[in-house]
């Protein structure tokens, strides 16, 4: 278990999966993430069976009850070159606005660079998500560039920004 100030990281475990189905078909919580399908619990399960062995890790995100508020993970894990992408949903909506999105990112930044030694985290967000693009830049991520109509998303074409963030810059 990661601890962070106002979150506790776990591993997500299947007992989790109903929850993130709900959050996938809430459009509130989908309208700004990039990949967020309607999704059913066995699409949601084939899912997690796939991640397990890989190198990706899934976690959950507990707000200070113990409460799932939402889940984050890694992707495309590169040891050779010490990097990786982030990812963060908050699906709950009552959990917006808390500080749990910066605190869990400053906490798996703390993982992924003190405890993995990786050097590199990046990650790509719609740009009409403001709310996200404020909570990595809080956290020392910096816009490396647009992906101009890179997602046709509610029947037009948005962009994306990808944004990185390297050890040797990272506050803490």
Not at 38 to 59: F, K, P, V
Not at 129 to 139: F, G, Q, S
């Amino acid at each position: 278990m990661l601890i962070g100030d106002k979150v506790r990281l776990r591993a997500l475990e299947r007992s989790d999966l109903p929850a993130v189905v709900r959050w996938m078909n809430d459009p509130g919580v989908t309208e700004h993430l990039l990949n967020a399908p309607l999704t059913g619990l066995q699409e949601m399960e084939a899912w997690y069976e796939g991640n397990i062995g890989s190198n990706d890790r899934l976690l959950a995100i507990l707000d200070p009850r113990g409460d799932l508020v939402g889940y984050c993970g890694i992707s495309r894990l590169e040891w050779e070159d010490r990097r990786c992408n982030l990812w963060i949903t908050i699906g709950e909506c009552d959990a917006w606005d808390k500080g749990y999105g910066t605190d869990t990112v400053r906490t798996m930044l703390r993982y992924l660079f003190d405890e993995l030694n990786l050097n590199r985290v990046s990650l790509t967000v719609a740009e009409d998500n403001a709310r996200a693009i404020r909570v990595y830049e809080r956290c020392g991520f910096i816009r490396e560039g647009i992906a101009r109509k890179a997602r046709f998303k509610y029947g037009t074409y948005r962009n994306d920004v990808t944004m990185a963030i390297v050890k040797e810059a990272w506050g803490r």
